[in-house]
């Protein structure tokens, strides 16, 4: 297995003959350097220590503690184990890299980073950002790869690691706001299994110090192992689309460090040949700042949204409208719910993949509208403990499942940044209960508290780690800008 990155440089060597001629017009005129594909590989490149500010340190931190803590909680489900069981028995012993809740188990760089970020998402508890995607998942895993992968002597410093993660936040940022359709919620493709794999890419191709040409190719090859459709979503194989997602990031960037070469136009928008364009109908990309100039990343402008419970971001919005009505429920009649409950109406988006009246698996119920808003009816709070077996077959659920109706308001769009949810209960006594959630609480605009965001660490890290190593991980990720190597980030993960 490879111990240290090894460059080459070789010649273009293409075979023309037979070529489509917008193709061909690739090949015989390679990339300028003001094209958009150029200024993504001297962006990843060029940037620097200086780049990162105090409002980037504090949360992509935030984003990097959440991350791992999640990923901690997601190596106890079953498809976190399936993965590892898969990764161990089918590719041969390889003991360089750790793996997420498993002391003394080691896989190899790619398989460790697609292990890892199978258990970031395994739950669907993981980050999201605007435009629509989970950025941490698909970047973190495969930098705790190469860092594992490094020599000790050639650890990189904590600022390093926050810079290279930082640049795989940004790329994903940039790509998705080249596309007005990208905004939405989703409907073709699971958008960290395109810019998320491009994202891993750029940061792992930072973190390895490629060159520039390198960094372009990079991003080139990790296009050509992106995508993968939405209809996945709410079955136990949507969380292998973060997991490959890190992994083949790791996998591109490594390949162009090696010399493999790739369309040096594939972020452009070329008549006659799509690129990135095949993700996204209305993609109309634009060149990055080069790092020379003035540079704000978008991190800077639009922050992350961090989940309170396990469950697609879409669910918070309702959980909180029907937590606000379960409140007026208990001040009507003590306790007791469903028997005064005659009929449900949830406003909310129109979105078919998390539109589910009736879910059949944990998977289904974390995308299900229906499911949130009633179990929060019921308890006053959707939890980790929401989305179990017992409670997934709670009769009392079933019964308020079955009074549920949506409909989806014109004003109501499948955005994160615009949707909001609405609960009406109409009582068996005529009486109409309304709750209303426009911002939820961990939201981009209305974010978790540093102690809000350390709590939820601590619920999630102690499902598998005893009390001293959370608590080691809080301190290490909180001071990770001041670490001369990412060794005792490492240490504490094994």
């Given at each position: 297995m490879l111990s240290r990155v090894q460059r080459s440089f070789r010649p273009v060597s293409v075979t023309l003959r037979r070529l489509h001629q917008s193709a061909l017009d690739v090949v015989e005129h390679p990339a300028p350097e003001d094209s958009v594909t150029a200024s993504f590989g001297r962006f990843i490149q060029g940037v620097q220590l200086h780049h990162l500010t105090s409002t980037l340190l504090h949360r992509s931190k935030r984003m990097v503690l959440d991350s791992i803590g999640v990923g901690l909680l997601g190596s106890t489900t079953h498809v976190f184990q399936l993965a590892l069981q898969h990764c161990q028995h089918m590719y041969g012993p390889d003991d360089i890299c750790s793996v997420y809740g498993r002391r003394g188990t080691r896989l190899s760089p790619t398989l460790a980073a697609f292990v890892n970020g199978v258990a970031a998402h395994s739950m669907d508890f993981d980050d999201t950002w605007h435009p629509a995607t989970h950025p941490s998942g698909a970047v973190l895993p495969a930098l705790l790869a190469v860092c594992d992968m490094l020599p000790n002597n050639s650890k990189p410093s904590g600022r390093d690691f926050l810079l290279a993660f930082n640049v795989g936040i940004e790329v994903q940022g940039r790509l998705m706001r080249f596309s007005n359709e990208a905004h939405n919620i989703p409907k073709r493709f699971h958008p960290p299994t395109v810019v998320g794999t491009l994202g891993s890419?750029?940061?792992?191709?930072?973190?390895?110090?490629?060159?520039?040409?390198?960094?372009?190719?990079?991003?080139?090859?990790?296009?050509?192992?992106?995508?993968?459709?939405?209809?996945?979503?709410?079955?136990?194989?949507?969380?292998?689309?973060?997991?490959?997602?890190?992994?083949?990031?790791?996998?591109?960037?490594?390949?162009?460090?090696?010399?493999?070469?790739?369309?040096?136009?594939?972020?452009?928008?070329?008549?006659?040949?799509?690129g990135f364009s095949a993700f996204y109908e209305d993609y109309a990309p634009r060149p990055l700042t080069s790092p020379e100039e003035e540079l704000q990343f978008l991190l800077e402008d639009q922050d992350i949204a961090f989940k309170r419970f396990p469950a697609h971001l879409g669910m918070h919005w309702v959980a909180d409208a029907a937590a606000s009505v379960h409140k007026l429920l208990l001040g009507e009649q003590g306790s007791?719910?469903?028997?005064?409950?005659?009929?449900?109406?949830?406003?909310?988006?129109?979105?078919?993949?998390?539109?589910?009246?009736?879910?059949?698996?944990?998977?289904?119920?974390?995308?299900?509208?229906?499911?949130?808003?009633?179990?929060?009816?019921?308890?006053?709070?959707?939890?980790?403990?929401?989305?179990?077996?017992?409670?997934?077959?709670?009769?009392?659920?079933?019964?308020?499942?079955?009074?549920?109706?949506?409909?989806?308001?014109?004003?109501?769009?499948?955005?994160?940044?615009?949707?909001?949810?609405?609960?009406?209960?109409?009582?068996?006594?005529?009486?109409?209960?309304?709750?209303?959630?426009?911002?939820?609480?961990?939201?981009?605009?209305n974010p978790l508290t540093n102690e809000s965001l350390r709590k939820k660490f601590r619920s999630n890290a102690g499902a598998v780690l005893p009390r001293e190593k959370v608590e080691g991980l809080i301190e290490v990720v909180e001071g990770l800008d001041r670490l001369e190597d990412c060794s005792p980030l490492l240490e504490q993960l094994q």
């Open positions: 890419a750029a940061a792992c191709a930072r973190l390895l110090s490629l060159e520039r040409s390198q960094c372009s190719h990079a991003l080139a090859i990790a296009a050509s192992l992106s995508g993968a459709p939405m209809a996945n979503a709410a079955t136990q194989s949507k969380p292998l689309h973060i997991g490959n997602a890190a992994r083949l990031g790791l996998e591109a960037a490594l390949l162009a460090s090696r010399g493999l070469e790739a369309s040096p136009r594939v972020l452009d928008d070329t008549a006659g040949v799509a007791e719910v469903v028997g005064q409950v005659q009929d449900i109406l949830l406003r909310v988006p129109r979105s078919k993949y998390i539109d589910r009246p009736f879910p059949e698996s944990e998977h289904e119920a974390r995308h299900s509208f229906q499911f949130n808003a009633c179990s929060a009816l019921l308890d006053g709070e959707v939890t980790v403990d929401s989305f179990s077996q017992d409670a997934l077959q709670r009769p009392d659920l079933h019964t308020l499942l079955g009074r549920v109706h949506v409909e989806h308001p014109h004003d109501n769009p499948a955005n994160f940044d615009r949707m909001y949810g609405e609960v009406q209960v109409t009582l068996v006594g005529g009486d109409v209960l309304k709750g209303r959630c426009d911002t939820f609480y961990g939201h981009w605009r």
